[in-house]
């Protein structure tokens, strides 16, 4: 439990060949999502020892908890499960029939956001629901995004960061260079991580 002495490694579920690609803790559980030749799957697990069977057509994506739902991202879609993963819905956010890549969603002061690309278009979606979103034709061109507690954060190519209280107005910085472009993320303990590409980790 100090970050420093590791268990030996343990195979999630023995029989299936999974690549795991992200994590996430909430709700007082952890939740992976990741991808094989058959499919997508995420698995939950309260210990981090003991994990669900994988259920497929989930989502392979980035997630986050909030309003008693846990929002997957996918290729073209988004999943909206319940707290428990007894229900589901699949969602489309984008209404206009394009294929849209969902790369991240985040959630604060009591809404998701979603940051994606579609073709040349970079668009963030908002929800209080999970179910219907909001579309907000931005400037803006993120691929992760987080939540600090007070506003959200976003990172895109360019070196720029992005913030915002409420998803749908944003102030861009540019703080990292120009040809770097972030792939992941988070905050805590007062700082800000960032992943990407140029093989660096940045903190803020």
């Excluded at 809404?111 to 579309?135: E, H, I, P, Q, Y």
Aim: aromatic share 14%; hydrophobic share 30%.
């Amino acid at each position: 439990m100090d970050g420093e002495t590791w268990s030996e490694p343990v195979q999630t579920h023995k029989n299936d060949r999974i690549d795991w690609l992200n994590i996430e803790y909430a709700n007082e559980m952890f939740l992976i999502s990741g991808e094989n030749q058959t499919g997508h799957y995420i698995s939950y697990s309260k210990d981090g020892a003991n994990w669900s069977e994988p259920v497929t057509d989930s989502g392979n994506g980035r997630m986050v908890f909030g309003n008693n739902l846990w929002i997957i991202c996918d290729c073209y879609c988004i999943y909206v499960w319940n707290r428990d993963f007894t229900h589901k819905e699949q969602v489309e956010p984008s209404y206009d029939n394009a294929r849209v890549d969902y790369y991240d969603v985040a959630f604060g002061n009591g809404r998701f956001v979603l940051v994606s690309s579609c073709a040349n278009d970079r668009d963030v979606f908002t929800s209080t629901d999970g179910l219907n979103w909001k579309r907000l034709f931005t400037e803006i061109s993120c691929q992760c995004i987080t939540f600090d507690g007070k506003q959200f954060v976003a990172g895109g190519g360019g070196g720029r960061i992005w913030t915002s209280t409420d998803g749908e107005n944003w102030t861009e910085h540019r703080a990292l260079p120009s040809n770097f472009l972030p792939s992941k993320i988070k905050y805590g303990n007062g700082n800000y991580i960032i992943m990407g590409t140029l093989k660096c980790i940045y903190t803020l």
